[in-house]
């Protein structure tokens, strides 16, 4: 009696639980989410057992726990049976007439799937978890895998390497963006515009979102297309297989999402990286800015004291390589190669500071190695074929049976081919057969020229724009593998995995990424592994529970604001969504970088809690007359900002971009933090008829209080004097002094102006009263003038900004 009344109680909730759908015969808990399963395995439910709020979406083509794919066709399950007495799911696919077993493992915040049993493996190409669709559509976390809305969040994790997050779309496995037209949370970008989401583990939908997993049967060879290549062979690839495949679901309230991710980790036994015994996704120090200079042991002294002057722990070599491959180091800086890291390593260290090194992953240069004098035979191919007729070392047009793999002409920065132990380039094929490779160099790269037999293997090489090889999975894993022996070695502390998508040529996308930077994971020390900084070019499902950040932004194509600057935005919303620290990207500073934008920038470091690099060089520290200044600036910006100085309305006003602040010391735990409206103007030379004004006139809002007008002047293509500034049609200042191209002429407050160099370096000053640039608070009236040395397409530039109050911040 007791038992039956207990299954009735049991049958009543699941009927509270799931309303009137009577198909959802299996229920189970996953954190603070119940899963509901009808007798097919159809998801019916997904629901938040606090609110008891549904958020299953539902259609009429609901999809299953687990679907397989055979002949490029999907099959969902027929039948949903639970093994009795165990917590095992039975799959049946009658069509193909397969069966499957899922064994199912109830953890107090999460949920275990794993396939443990499947019949006609071979034949299978893959299994497809879910997907998992849900009517959550306001925050979606593609990369990591979870959407969530104000209330309740769900998510789906990978637990092996082999399940792949997201949908099989592409078959060489490679993970696609996706512009999709949706919000943000930044106050300075538009409120609709298309957004960049990286991967699909989570995917938005009209509805709402998907979340899904997948794992690919990589037992045969597979022809597929990637990397710019309508043809390229993916070898069969010895592993696991399909079975064991392996995913974790779980439901929580959004706060709680970063806790039930770390317990995931350590009770699943993923990679769990940590900074100064702090899990690197939670570790202050995972958004620390860096210092980008080249050194070597004649220099590294010199770049030590530049890191320590900027306030930063972490210096940044961009490229130290004589050779990608083997990853030798240049003999001019390092004389005894990765033993002179080590010397420059144990230096920073006694003086507190970190060195790392840029990588570009699994790109191979022409003088490594494993190119010349022999190249290696896991250099990555696209395709092979064979010579029809013997070659002596001197042919220069080589007949082979079949160009598919030769011909593809879109990504093929080398035309190089390999036969044997000889690298061969060529210029091009022939339109008609007989195929004919034209116009070949032989004995390309160092390799040597040699005869060849009729019927010898010839194979197209895979190769990358910057002019470099690729490997396949075994030549990436040991090459991976020696970067980290490099990194044990030299005790090397932060890198960055560019160009990581370079992993595409083992012809496993994704797959291949991940395998080589695991490589390298596994492969570390703990001394290392447990306290290293890592980014990449791409960042991946899996991948996320080992990479530090990623730190997107370059500027090398436009000015210090401008180069990327919206892009840079957006990555911040994407990092918010994902759970990953965030970082602004590259900045340089040259010998012209003002303090205004190098503040422009820390605001903006500040506002977003992120880091930053800066590219730059003693050299151009000190061409730069504000030099030591803007050092100053970034060490009291910086330790503000990793001390939690700024309040959350502080960082929310220093989103905006158009917005400028600057902080300055008061004591050694506090600053004053000053806003200013900043506006600009341009004046340009106009030719009018005789008498008519040239002068301009502008309008000027003074958001702050009554106060002397600060502002910049700089000219464009003209030498400029006789300048004058007139406000509201009553004060004028008359300006005793020329302004050259390149030159800058600065009021700041105070009884002078300065005329700097294009450097920043002082040239003169002249006096100025400050009560005629006396500005009160609300509309104004500046006219400006000048005589321009040019006679076309000249102008003044203006930049005018007046001090709101300072606000008091501090470590708490």
């Not at 040259?590 to 820390?602: A, G, H, K, Q, V």
């Not at 406000?727 to 300006?735: E, G, H, R, S, V």
């Not at 003044?796 to 900004?801: F, H, Q, V």
Request: hydrophobic fraction near 35%; include cysteine; glycine fraction near 8%.
């Amino acid at each position: 009696m007791k038992n039956k009344a207990l299954k009735i109680v049991t049958f009543c909730l699941l009927v509270l639980i799931f309303g009137c759908n009577k198909h959802a015969d299996n229920v189970y808990q996953a954190g603070n989410l119940n899963i509901g399963f009808d007798s097919q395995g159809k998801i019916t439910g997904l629901i938040d057992t606090d609110k008891n709020t549904e958020y299953a979406y539902t259609s009429n083509d609901p999809k299953s726990i687990l679907a397989i794919r055979v002949n490029g066709n999907l099959e969902y399950p027929a039948s949903f049976d639970i093994k009795e007495g165990e917590e095992t799911i039975m799959l049946s696919y009658p069509k193909n007439g397969v069966e499957a077993e899922v064994k199912v493992i109830k953890k107090e915040r999460y949920l275990t799937f794993e396939l443990t049993s499947i019949t006609k493996e071979n034949d299978i190409e893959l299994v497809l978890w879910g997907p998992f669709e849900t009517n959550i559509k306001e925050t979606i976390g593609e990369t990591v895998g979870v959407v969530r809305n104000k209330d309740f969040s769900i998510g789906i994790q990978a637990l092996n390497k082999r399940t792949l997050g997201g949908y099989p779309t592409n078959e060489d496995d490679s993970t696609p963006s996706y512009d999709i037209f949706g919000t943000t949370s930044l106050v300075d970008i538009a409120d609709s515009l298309n957004i960049l989401y990286r991967g699909h583990t989570a995917l938005p939908k009209d509805y709402g979102s998907s979340l899904q997993a997948y794992t690919r049967n990589r037992n045969k060879e597979r022809i597929v297309a990637t990397m710019g290549h309508d043809h390229y062979v993916a070898p069969a690839f010895k592993e696991e297989g399909i079975v064991g495949s392996k995913i974790a679901l779980f439901g929580c309230e959004p706060e709680e999402v970063l806790n039930t991710l770390e317990v995931i980790e350590l009770e699943e036994g993923l990679p769990h990286p940590t900074i100064d015994g702090v899990w690197s996704k939670r570790a202050k120090t995972a958004t620390a800015a860096y210092l980008i200079q080249d050194f070597g042991t004649s220099t590294i002294d010199a770049a030590i004291a530049l890191t320590k002057k900027a306030g930063l722990q972490y210096l940044y070599h961009s490229g130290p390589f004589l050779n990608w491959g083997h990853f030798d180091l240049h003999k001019d800086a390092f004389p005894g190669n990765w033993d002179s890291m080590k010397e420059c390593v144990d230096k920073a260290e006694q003086e507190g500071i970190k060195l790392g090194a840029h990588t570009l992953s699994n790109f191979i240069t022409t003088n490594d190695p494993y190119v010349t004098p022999n190249p290696d035979e896991r250099l990555a191919k696209v395709g092979s074929s064979v010579l029809v007729n013997d070659i002596s070392e001197q042919e220069k047009n080589i007949e082979i049976k079949d160009p598919t793999y030769f011909s593809q002409m879109g990504n093929n920065s080398l035309h190089a081919v390999v036969i044997g132990s000889e690298i061969i380039r060529y210029e091009s094929v022939s339109e008609t057969a007989p195929w004919v490779l034209i116009n070949s160099q032989r004995g390309a790269f160092g390799t040597q020229a040699s005869s060849h037999k009729k019927s010898d293997k010839i194979s197209k090489l895979a190769d990358h724009a910057y002019k470099t090889f690729l490997t396949n999975m075994e030549l990436g894993v040991e090459m991976s593998k020696r970067l980290a022996d490099l990194y044990n070695k030299t005790g090397l502390k932060q890198i960055s995995f560019d160009g990581l998508e370079g992993n595409y040529s083992t012809g496993m996308g994704t797959y291949g990424e991940l395998l080589f930077v695991d490589a390298w994971y596994n492969n570390l020390e703990a001394e290392v592994k447990n306290d290293y900084i890592m980014d990449a070019s791409r960042p991946g499902h899996y991948f996320w529970h080992m990479f530090t950040r990623m730190n997107w932004g370059e500027p090398w194509y436009a000015g210090f604001r401008e180069s990327q600057t919206s892009y840079r935005l957006l990555n911040q919303d994407y990092f918010r969504r994902n759970f990953i620290p965030c970082m602004l990207g590259w900045f340089s500073m040259r010998d012209n970088t003002s303090l205004e934008d190098i503040e422009w920038m820390l605001a903006r470091s500040a506002a977003f809690d992120a880091g930053y690099a800066l590219v730059t060089s003693v050299d151009l520290v000190k061409k730069n007359g504000f030099g030591d200044a803007i050092l100053e600036k970034i060490k009291e910006w910086e330790k503000a900002r990793l001390g939690g100085a700024f309040s959350e309305e502080q960082k929310k006003r220093m989103e905006n971009i158009k917005d400028e602040f600057s902080l300055e010391k008061v004591s050694e735990n506090s600053w004053n933090l000053t806003p200013y409206d900043v506006q600009r103007f341009e004046h340009e030379l106009k030719i009018r008829q005789p008498g008519e004004p040239v002068w301009s006139v502008f309008q000027y809002k003074n958001e702050f209080a009554s106060q002397p007008m600060q502002f910049i002047l700089t000219t464009k293509n003209s030498r400029v004097s006789g300048i004058s500034i007139e406000l509201d049609d009553f004060k004028k200042i008359d300006l005793d002094i020329s302004i050259d191209k390149g030159e800058n002429l600065k009021y700041d407050g105070g009884n002078e102006v300065v005329l700097y160099d294009k450097s920043w370096n002082r040239i003169k000053s002249i006096p100025i009263d400050p009560e005629k640039l006396n500005i009160s608070s609300g509309d104004h009236k500046i006219k400006v003038d000048c005589i321009f040395s040019a006679k076309e397409e000249a102008s003044l530039k203006l930049e005018i900004k007046t001090a709101g109050n300072p606000e008091k911040v501090a470590i708490k």
